[in-house]
T-cell receptor, first 114, second 112 residues
Framework: DTEVTQTPKHLVMGMTNKKSLKCEQH?????MYWYKQKAKKPPELMFV???????INESVPSRFSPECPNSSLLNLHLHALQPEDSALYLC?????????????FGPGTRLTVL | GDSVTQMEGPVTLSEEAFLTINCTYT??????LFWYVQYPGEGLQLLLK?????DKGSNKGFEATYRKETTSFHLEKGSVQVSDSAVYFC???????????FGQGTELSVKP
């Protein structure tokens, strides 16, 4: 199984809502990533988890809260988002954080904030 | 810091034309280099990679050679198809804690 899955595929939320994005991989990878991607732009790194511990936070606003409950799962909790947060949110995983290891991406969750 | 520069798009080609998308990088040490492809409405897929100088990555008819002397990793395909229409991202993974550094992306449109 070389797949990263993400749910939901689409999400529409108001600025006062609380929602969560979910990512799952069963490749035994120990590093997992959240990216934000605006249309026709490269992905921007948000968070990195290594062995279920937060390793990198790219100065992301606190209205985004990541969680890694176990080595296969990664969540992104959303609260009080702004319309400019509308984007494609991509999850990725790799065998480890260090080394020449490729990242495998999920299909993304397309988020619209009204 | 590390950076990647890609040729700007969009690039429009006719089916069976030759494709080159230029990618150059700046990095300390010996980064690994990648090409990712993103089809409309989808996530990124790894297309090919190279981990050291003179390595050639290849997949689905696409090729790229890691050229340390010119700090380049240009993507080529001899004969493109309509199904190759997508956005292509060049990326490097260097010494910055495993972060992938992406180029700006090049949109390719192949017409029948």
């Amino acid at each position: 199984d070389t797949e990263v899955t993400q749910t939901p595929k689409h999400l529409v939320m108001g600025m006062t809502n609380k929602k969560s994005l979910k990512c799952e991989q069963h490749m035994g990878h120990r590093a997992m990533y959240w990216y934000k991607q605006k249309a026709k732009k490269p992905p921007e790194l948000m968070f990195v988890y290594s062995y279920e511990k937060l390793s990198i936070n790219e100065s992301v606003p606190s209205r985004f809260s990541p969680e890694c409950p176990n080595s296969s799962l990664l969540n992104l909790h959303l609260h009080a988002l702004q319309p400019e947060d509308s984007a494609l949110y991509l999850c990725a995983s790799s065998q480890a954080l260090a080394g020449a290891l490729e990242q495998f991406f999920g299909p993304g969750t397309r988020l619209t904030v009204l | 810091g590390d950076s990647v520069t890609q040729m700007e798009g969009p690039v429009t080609l006719s089916e069976e034309a030759f494709l080159t998308i230029n990618c150059t990088y700046t990095a300390t040490g010996y980064p690994s280099l990648f090409w990712y492809v993103q089809y409309p409405g989808e996530g990124l897929q790894l297309l090919l990679k190279a981990t050291k100088a003179d390595d050639k990555g290849s997949n689905k008819g696409f090729e790229a050679t890691y050229r340390k002397e010119t700090t380049s990793f240009h993507l080529e395909k001899g004969s493109v198809q309509v199904s190759d229409s997508a956005v292509y991202f060049c990326a490097l993974r260097g010494n910055q804690g495993g972060k992938l550094i992406f180029g700006q992306g090049t949109e390719l449109s192949v017409k029948p």
